[in-house]
Each structure stands twice: as structure tokens, then as C-alpha cells.
């Protein structure tokens, strides 16, 4: 029975949300920008709560046990600054799965990790078998996510379109 946070809720987010719910948490929490076009996505990928970075703190506060944190926090921002706000939602020996890659060098709180003993855990691809499992039993469905498709001659406003904040996912086929 595990609080978890999602910060982020591109694809990454999305998808971490939908593997998360399976495991049926005690709390799910996906944490974004409070203008973001994809809240509703959220909320259908199993969300009990889509929060701005300022209301994860006070929903860590109101709705883990004893206000101190979530017991996993999936870093999915993109943003060099989402490890800083995962450092501060994890609680105590919590969890922080990095799903981000920045491309530059990052830096958080090194000492609220420690003081908290806190784990960071990169996480990148795989195992595939068992993510094609949940696929094919659709216990994670993914359909919804694609949200533009389009022909292989039409791969240059495919590529335009992905960069549209409403996106989730755009599906390119031969």
C-alpha cells in the first residue's frame, strides 16, 4: 500500500501512472504544471490526485502518514529541476526513480537526500517481455496516447506536431 508521485506527465508520466495503478497504491499523485493540456490524461491513467509542483507539498503534508513523504517519487519532468521537488516529496529511506534526461548537469538538495537516506534509482528501458505482457492482457492500456497519426510521406509535420504541448504521443505508420 504505497504513496506514490509522478512529477511529469508527458509520455514518461503517463505511462509510469498507468504501470503504478496496477500495483493498486494506497495514494497516486501526478504532479505538472497547473496550465498543462494533458491533466485529464492523468486523472484517466489512475491519478487520485493531479497537483501543481506548490500542492505536492501540501497534499505530501495532508495525505501520507504522518506528513513526511512519499514512499516513491518518479521523476519524469524532463527538467533538471524535477529531481530537486522528488527530494523533497520522498520520504525518509523513499525512493526516487530518475525517468529524466537533461543533457547537463543537474543539482538538488544533496543534503536533504542524505539527511532523508533517501535512494536514486536510474531508470531507464526494460525488461520488455513484461511490459509486452501488460500490453497484450491490456492490464496498461496505451491506445488513448496516440493522439495524432500520421503516413510515413507525412513525417516532417509529424515531426512539427510532437513538439504541441497537447500531445501525448504521435504515431507515425508505413
Known amino acids: 500500500n504505497a504513496n506514490v508521485a509522478v512529477i511529469g506527465i508527458g509520455t514518461i508520466g503517463l505511462l509510469s501512472l498507468r504501470l503504478i495503478k496496477t500495483f493498486n497504491p494506497r495514494l497516486l499523485v501526478a504532479v ?37 513523504g512519499f514512499d516513491y517519487v518518479v521523476e519524469a519532468t524532463g527538467s533538471p529541476k524535477g529531481i530537486d521537488l522528488a527530494v523533497e516529496l520522498v520520504r525518509p529511506r523513499g525512493v526516487i526513480a530518475a525517468k529524466s534526461t537533461h ?5 538538488f538538495n544533496y543534503t536533504m537526500l542524505v539527511v532523508k537516506e533517501a535512494k536514486i534509482v536510474g531508470s531507464r528501458c526494460g525488461p520488455f517481455e513484461k511490459a509486452i505482457k ?6 496498461v492500456k496505451v491506445s488513448d496516447l496516440v ?27 508505413p
Open 134 to 139: 501488460l500490453l497484450r492482457t491490456k492490464q
Open 32 to 68: 505538472t504544471h497547473p496550465d498543462s493540456p494533458k491533466i485529464d490524461y492523468a486523472k484517466r491513467s489512475g491519478a487520485d490526485y493531479v497537483v501543481s509542483f506548490n500542492e505536492a507539498l501540501e497534499i505530501m503534508r495532508s495525505e501520507t502518514p504522518e506528513g513526511i
Open 147 to 173: 493522439t495524432s497519426t500520421y503516413g510515413l510521406d507525412e513525417g516532417v509535420e509529424a515531426f512539427i506536431k510532437s513538439f504541441d504541448r497537447k500531445e501525448v504521443k504521435v504515431h507515425i505508420t
Open 103 to 107: 543533457g547537463a548537469p543537474v543539482s
